[in-house]
């Protein structure tokens, strides 16, 4: 497949509010993203950025414009469709983590895998040489109750790369994080994506994260303000 | 407590319905269950008072007999006592109208120029209208009889209409002379009661010279149990004197096993209701943590808050309480019916016919739904109340600690067992309720080990797919509110389960000793045998004709009644002659448990001895040779016990003597039924239709040998019909159980399914995964049923059934009932999870928060 992996056109997303006001959060969104690069969204709290990150992921839909998930267009697919098109190209990481705490950490990244179906053997195949490659095979088997926030963040990377997603989205990856472990997941996130050649999408608050990317994009009130290469 | 504050908290209440509906419906259900089996306790109990009050009014004392009836020239001698005042006999007989099949009538018959007044009006029907007695008539016309009002519509009969009766093997043509309202004396008389002259009754009935009992009223101002003591020194032992109070005893000793059986049944259904309580309250309090720490903030006590939170759950279980007790009147109507039929099958007391639901038990209903609904709330109340402010206000949820103490709640689970077994066998065995306690403590004990197995079993299952096995570990980890679904279920299932292995290995076991017993071909009684349970006779000439029909190799002649042991025990006993073939046969052929069968015939046959039953030997503590002492007309004869055997027939014990030693204790008597055995190569059917043909005329019921041990089966089946609508109230609560578990984990998981529709699971996925956490649930709660289940039918085979009815019971295993059950049980979990599952697939992905999850 050739052409962005994610792509932006003219979109709007406003939430209903009493009577019949409605609130903005995106106006005119436009941009996109190819595979193999990243791509950094930065803004102040409120200014959309999450809104934007579950667009992207199929999991809201704009109220105007178009988006592109590597050329399938979300807007009005069924939600088990954009469900589907999520699972096969589209890996979150999150502020949180949302590991699952009464699984190892080998089960939790395993867990795309199995809603997809896969081999058992082929997904912890591939679960155990993620962990490896984040410095916590020996530890597969631990509960995730048991890491670090930096470990526990490392996880929620090798769920997200799981079955190889040419997007990946990650919503304030190092926000829950202290400065050493930031630097060292957003490392990762950027090797890894890199490596598997998918296409990075990342909001962060931090100049220097963000600066770690190919662009840059800034969001206030709602539009893209400006954008730097 | 500020109202402002409790309305705030019952809002939650009105928006949470599903929830607030489980809670309520729960309660009802557990309030209904005991509602329902206390008021058919009750009804039994008012309509032998009832029948009481009808027939003997007011009067103080009454003398029966020891057997069916008395002589009746013991009546000088009562009322030769200084104190009595007034004393009038009554004749009684069941009849059974002819063309109603199984429509029985109660007659009485009374000395119309007794001291006593019946509310009688006269109908209409060729006798003046008006309220007016026409003793005249009662006297002269044949078979006047007085019916209810009630009764005679339901026959569609008026005054002077004639009816046929059947009493024993006699058809009688009675005349409606008048319509009685006995229940405007006594509210709870029968409406089959009728009235009839004493000396027409005797008569028509073949009770000459006798009667069934003397009432008495003795001089105000003195005592009657006084009076009592007196007139049972000069009548002797072969009379007995009661008050209407001891005579109410005597029925409520009766009825004692049955009623405690349903009660201890009724009350496992407000364990279970409980259970869920505790769930819904935990659940509510969990998401309104937030609003408790801003309480507490803002000054609200600990005890302030506990006591809103009670206040709360009260108020849940009142409303609980007020369904409950409509719907528990409404079951035990439905039931009325069969534990009527019970009552006069085997109890041989009054049908119920009217129920009323007393003061007493609607506050007995108040306190079980209450008391339930508090009791289920208190923990997680207090568990509120004790935490600090910060700890309610902060973002995170409130830690789940039920893993963590697994291990200690299951440690006190093996405490409990062992304590309450080192009480059983170092004594606790006497009392006869200890069957009971621990049956008890094994519905306790259960759901203390429920956290460590489910913990320990499913919490170690590996995933491997987004399937039933991560929706198992999901329920692992979980504990504080799984559990109490698994516990609640396994609860119900061990009942179910238990009681399901009782009656399969009772029925087993008296489908063998029938097969052992009934070996006859045709069994011929009179046809209100039924009701008087053969203490009226057949005619001589119908026993002769019976006797030396064609066909018939060999007839077994029995003569049964009801008397009492020297310590009160009521027993029946049965005497039986052998006629026709010489074979050598058992005056008996009751299996022996303790005895040896050639000297059991030889000494019944020569000597005042008697075998008796397994549970009149359990009860009494009677063993081989030692002394039986049964009372009769002439006094206490005694009798030695030559054997022991099975018998299954009547749960107060039966007694096997000849009828030479009967009639030696009773006096000469017909024959109630006759056992008939065909000749080699002769068909049973043939000659049942010649005998029908030669019996013409004559009110005689034969039954073929299948279908009276088809009848055997129906009244056992009949007795436990009741049971099956407790077994379904657990069973529903247990699965409004699993509904609500569902449900709550749904809402305090709501992060982990919006994660799993983030990395990509389909609503309709999740919402199989819902239905997996069902079945898991109900897997989960059979398992440890089906094993609490077995202890409990050993405990209910072996302790219980020994302590109170004295059988013997082999195990059986009821294998297709218990597969149906299963699937019943899972269906209901699985059905109980649809709804919940379908609110847990619309979880948005966008419901990600930072709770819940790491």
Not at chain 2, 190 to 207: E, T, V
Request: proline share 4%.
């Amino acid at each position: 497949m050739t052409g962005p992996i994610l792509q932006f056109e003219a979109v709007d997303r406003a939430f209903p509010l009493a009577g019949d006001r409605r609130r903005h959060v995106l106006r005119g969104v436009d941009f996109s993203l190819d595979r193999g690069t990243s791509l950094a969204m930065v803004g102040r709290s409120g200014s959309g950025k999450s809104t934007l990150l579950h667009l992207a992921a199929g999991i809201d839909q704009p109220t105007a414009g178009t988006v592109l998930l590597d050329g399938v267009r979300l807007n009005d697919l069924p939600d088990t469709e954009r469900s589907l098109l999520r699972r096969d190209r589209v890996g979150l990481v999150f502020q949180f983590f949302h590991l699952l705490p009464h699984l190892s950490m080998l089960e939790n990244v395993c867990l795309p895998g199995w809603v997809a179906g896969d081999s058992a053997t082929a997904t912890r195949a591939r679960a155990r040489e993620l962990l490896d490659r984040v410095d916590l095979a020996d530890r597969a088997d631990d509960l995730a109750g048991k890491l670090s926030g930096g470990e526990m963040q490392r996880v929620a990377l090798c769920r997200a790369l799981l079955r190889r997603p040419p997007l990946l989205l990650a919503d304030e990856p190092t926000g829950n994080l202290d400065e050493k472990a930031g630097r060292q997941v957003m490392d990762l996130l950027l090797r890894l994506s890199s490596d598997e050649g998918a296409g990075l999408l990342y909001v962060t608050h931090s100049r220097e994260q963000a600066a770690l990317a190919d662009r840059v994009l800034r969001l206030r009130d709602g539009r893209l303000e400006s954008a730097q290469s | 407590m500020n109202p402002r504050l409790l309305r705030a908290a019952l809002a939650h209440w009105r928006q949470a319905r599903t929830l607030t509906l489980l809670t309520v419906f729960g309660v009802a259900l557990g309030v209904a269950s005991v509602v329902c089996i206390q008021t058919l306790n009750q009804g039994a109990l008012a309509a032998f008072g009832g029948g009481m009050k009808a027939v003997s009014g007011d009067a103080d004392l009454t003398v029966l007999g020891h057997g069916p009836d008395l002589d009746e020239n013991l009546y000088p001698t009562v009322l030769a006592h200084p104190d009595v005042t007034a004393a009038w006999p009554l004749v009684r007989a069941w009849g059974r109208l002819a063309g109603h099949e199984d429509a029985y009538i109660e007659i009485v018959g009374v000395d119309v120029f007794a001291p006593v007044r019946f509310p009688v009006r006269l109908g209409d029907a060729g006798h003046a209208t008006g309220d007016v007695t026409r003793f005249a008539d009662l006297l002269h016309v044949p078979g006047w009889v007085a019916l209810t009002p009630a009764y005679a519509e339901e026959l569609g009969l008026a005054a002077g209409d004639t009816f046929t009766v059947a009493v024993a093997d006699r058809l009688v043509t009675l005349e409606v002379g008048a319509l009685v309202d006995f229940q405007r004396a006594a509210p709870l008389a029968s409406r089959k009661l009728a009235l009839m002259d004493i000396s027409q009754a005797q008569h028509l009935f073949g009770h000459r010279g006798r009667v069934q009992q003397f009432d008495v009223q003795v001089r105000p101002g003195v005592a009657p149990e006084a009076v009592a003591a007196g007139l049972q020194e000069r009548l002797g032992p072969g009379a007995q004197v009661l008050t209407p109070a001891q005579r109410e005893q005597n029925a409520a000793g009766l009825l004692a096993a049955f009623r405690l059986n349903l009660t201890a049944l009724s009350l496992i259904s407000v364990l279970v209701g409980v259970f869920l309580i505790f769930s819904a309250v935990h659940a509510s309090l969990v998401r309104r943590r937030r609003e408790f720490g801003l309480l507490r903030s803002l000054g609200a006590s600990r005890r302030q808050v506990l006591g809103l939170i009670l206040l709360e759950t009260a108020v849940l279980g009142l409303a609980g309480t007020a369904l409950g007790l409509p719907l528990g009147y409404a079951a035990a109507l439905l039931n009325m019916e069969t534990v009527s039929a019970t009552l006069t099958s085997i109890y041989l007391l009054s049908e119920i016919e009217q129920m009323h639901l007393p003061p007493l038990l609607v506050a007995v209903a108040v306190v079980v739904g209450l008391g339930g609904a508090l009791l289920g709330a208190l923990l997680p109340a207090l568990d509120i109340a004790r935490r600090d402010p910060v700890v309610l206000l902060g973002a995170a949820g409130l830690p789940e600690r039920l893993s963590r103490l697994a291990p200690r709640l299951a440690l006190v689970g093996v405490g409990v067992a062992a304590a309450v077994m080192v009480w059983y066998l170092g004594g606790g065995r006497a009392y006869k309720v200890s069957g009971f306690v621990l049956a008890f403590f094994l519905m306790v004990v259960l759901p203390l080990w429920t956290p460590l197995l489910l913990r320990e079993t499913v919490g170690r299952i590996p995933p491997g797919g987004f399937g039933w096995r991560l929706g198992l570990r999901g329920l692992a980890s979980r504990l504080q509110s799984t559990s109490f679904a698994v516990a609640a279920l396994a609860v119900t299932v061990s009942m179910l389960v238990g009681i399901t292995l009782l009656i399969g290995s009772f029925r087993a076991t008296l489908d063998t000793w029938i097969g052992q017993t009934l070996v006859a071909d045709i069994y011929v009684t009179g046809a209100s045998w039924q009701r008087d349970l053969g203490q009226t006779w057949l005619a001589d000439d119908t026993v002769d004709l019976l006797v030396e029909f064609d066909g018939v190799a060999a007839a077994d002649l029995q003569r049964r009644l009801e008397t009492r042991t020297d310590q009160g025990r009521r027993v029946r006993v049965v005497a039986f002659e052998r006629r026709g073939d010489a074979q050598r046969r058992k005056i008996s052929r009751v299996p022996l448990l303790a005895g040896d069968a050639e000297t059991v015939e030889r000494r019944l046959l020569a000597e005042s001895v008697a075998l008796i039953s397994e549970p009149l030997a359990r009860q009494a503590g009677l063993d081989v040779g030692d002394t039986l002492r049964l009372r009769g007309p002439h006094g206490t004869t005694p009798l030695a016990v030559v054997g022991i055997g099975y018998d299954y027939a009547s749960e107060n014990g039966v007694v096997f003597v000849s009828r030479a030693t009967l009639e030696g204790m009773f006096g000469p008597g017909g024959v109630a039924a006759v056992a008939l055995t065909m000749a080699p190569g002769r068909d049973p059917g043939a000659v049942m239709d010649a005998l029908r043909v030669a019996l013409d005329g004559r009110a005689v019921e034969l039954r073929s040998n299948q279908r009276l041990r088809a009848e055997v089966m129906d009244i056992f089946d009949q007795t436990f019909a009741v049971t099956r609508i407790l077994q379904a109230m657990a069973l529903v609560i247990a699965v409004c159980g699993v509904s609500l578990t569902l449900l709550i984990m749904g809402r305090e998981r709501a992060t982990e399914l919006a994660l799993y529709r983030c990395i990509g699971a389909t609503r309709g996925q999740l919402f199989r995964l819902g239905l997996s956490e069902g079945a898991g649930l109900g897997v989960l709660g059979l398992a440890l049923g089906l094993a609490g289940g077995a202890v409990l039918a050993m405990i209910l085979i072996l302790l219980i059934n020994r302590d109170w009815f004295g059988w013997t019971i082999r195990f059986a295993l009821p294998t297709a009932d218990l597969v149906w059950q299963g699937v019943w049980i899972l269906g209901g979990a699985v059905a109980a999870a649809v709804y919940p599952a379908l609110r847990a697939s619309r979880t948005p992905a966008t419901e990600l928060t930072r709770e819940d999850l790491l």
